[in-house]
């Protein structure tokens, strides 16, 4: 799959994770690995570059047991964002279901 | 492999990032191993999980190049105003998507006004230039699509591009140029007033508009958009169009060349000295036409012409000819393969034509008086003019 295009999709992915509260790390990269067979390890970069484009803001959260979380929270920008991309995906995907069928 | 071997492979190969990354892509994978863990997952699970460690660092070198070229910007797009002394000897210009609309400068300076009616989505993926070279201005708007992220980013700016409309250059120049030359891909032209001495353009989809321009030489070629030329004057005329609409009307040339593969072309009020018309699947429909020397072809499509002609030739495979002749024609050759044949000669004094109509009719009228012909040569008036007027399938018919 065109690379381009796959890490548009990851983006829309974790971004509309987050809309449903915040999540840290493991949690987002486990349910998209659920569903996806991705190298967990990419989506890394994917959350710093969201967080760079001020789409994605961190906070740590203590732990009993282990180092602390860093949970990740979707901005007004990331949200304005995500329900852009959304709309532009679904679009996208009708269009190609329709011209799939024929 | 183990989790120290994993980690150590990972601080090697984040060496050559910022530290600030590094650590923070270290620590992210801690934090990861810790979670798996607490899930009861062995280190050997998490490893296969987190995936080859090659493919993050790509991921974090695409990210790295995105940011240098944002860096980098040539300069971001926005409306603009530049004004340039004259003299200069040619002028090119270069749009992509976006229009250029062309006038003819009141002060006799070159001025060049970018209008971008985008938000930053699109401006910041636009890129618009003007340079010198020796006597030679380049300006032009140009997509940046090295900025462009991606299909859906692509999805995004043709859609936001359709909705504000597109980015303008407009361009006032002085007369006197030694050559103008513009070029778009899906932006139309429209060009005012405009004199140069050649005048050169193309564009893909775009359509070109000129209305009152005058030129020693002017050439423009269009794929699949539509052409509309008001008031031209000038010594060369060649248009050209894939698929695009050809309309002349006003015309004044010495010679002349329109040509479309399957667009339709109208010609209405020209002179030419010289005139070459043709299309493959379009209609050709003249009006008003002055010409020594006329040619007309289309292969499937209907000609329809009303011309002042010396000499003139009209060709056609599956459509219909239909030519009146006005003025003292000397010599005039019609030819259709499938189609019928409609000829009128007025002012001329007489004809001597030669006719063949193999599987169909042919009938010529003189003075009033209808005869049914077979083929052959037939004389009538003076004989001035020289006719010859086959079709292998369709009916023949000539008046004068």
């Excluded at chain 2, 090659?54 to 991921?59: D, K, L, N, S």
């Excluded at chain 2, 003819?104 to 970018?114: F, K, L, M, T």
């Excluded at chain 2, 564009?203 to 009152?212: H, I, L, N, R």
């Amino acid at each position: 799959m065109n690379t381009q295009f796959k890490k548009g999709a990851l983006e829309l992915c974790v971004l509309s994770q987050l809309t449903h509260g915040d999540k840290y790390g493991y949690e987002l990269t486990e349910r998209i690995l659920d569903l996806m067979s991705i190298a967990s390890g990419t989506l890394y970069p994917i959350l710093r570059k969201l967080k760079e484009e001020d789409y994605v803001t961190t906070y740590l959260v203590e732990s009993e047991s282990g180092p602390a979380r860093k949970y990740y929270r979707l901005t007004d920008k990331g949200r304005q964002y995500q329900a852009e991309v959304r709309k532009e995906w679904d679009e996208f995907v009708d269009a190609v279901n329709q011209l799939i069928k024929g | 492999m183990t989790k120290a071997e994993y980690m150590e492979q990972l601080q090697k190969k984040l060496d050559r990032f910022g530290r600030e990354l590094k650590e923070e892509i270290m620590e992210d994978y801690r934090q990861h191993f810790a979670e798996g863990q607490k899930q009861g997952k062995s280190d050997e699970e998490i490893i296969r999980e987190l995936g080859n460690i090659e493919e993050m660092i790509r991921e974090l070198d695409e990210a790295d190049k995105e940011n240098a070229r944002e860096g980098n910007d040539p300069g971001q797009a926005e409306s603009g105003f530049h004004q340039y002394a004259w003299p200069y000897r040619a002028v090119e210009l270069e749009c992509d998507a976006a229009d250029i609309e062309l006038e003819r400068s009141a002060d006799g300076q070159v001025s060049i006004w970018y209008e971008i009616p985008g938000s930053d989505t699109i401006n910041r993926r636009l890129v618009f230039y003007q340079r010198e070279e020796g006597d030679v201005l380049y300006a032009g708007i140009k997509e940046n699509k090295q900025k462009t992220k991606g299909i859906l980013e692509s999805i995004r700016i043709n859609k936001e591009w359709f909705r504000l409309g597109n980015p303008v250059l407009k361009v006032k120049l002085p007369e006197g140029l030694e050559r103008l030359s513009f070029s778009t891909s899906s932006g139309d032209v429209c060009a005012q007033g405009i004199s140069v001495d050649t005048f050169l353009g193309n564009t893909a989809s775009g359509d070109v508009t000129m209305k009152e321009a005058s030129a020693k030489q002017i050439q423009l070629k269009v794929a699949s958009g539509d052409l509309e030329l008001t008031g031209i004057r000038a010594v060369g005329l060649k248009v050209n169009s894939a698929s695009g609409h050809i309309e002349i009307e006003d015309a004044k040339t010495e010679t002349a060349q329109v040509s479309t593969a399957s667009g339709d072309i109208e010609i209405e009020d020209a002179k030419a000295q010289t005139a070459q018309i043709s299309t493959a699947s379009g209609d050709v429909d003249l009006k008003g036409i002055s010409a020594d020397d006329l040619s007309v072809e289309s292969a499937s499509g209907d000609i329809a012409a009303c011309a002042e002609v010396k000499k003139c030739h009209c060709g056609a495979v599956r459509g219909d000819i239909d030519l009146k002749a006005t003025g003292p024609a000397e010599q005039i050759s019609v030819n259709a393969v499938r189609g019928d044949i409609y000829l009128t000669l007025e002012g001329a004094g007489g004809m001597k034509a030669e006719v063949a109509a193999h599987y169909g009719t042919a009938h010529i009228s003189w003075a009033g008086e209808c005869k049914k012909v077979s083929a052959g040569t037939y004389t009538f008036g003076d004989g001035s003019c020289r006719v010859e007027a086959s079709t292998r399938s369709g009916n023949l018919e000539i008046s004068g």
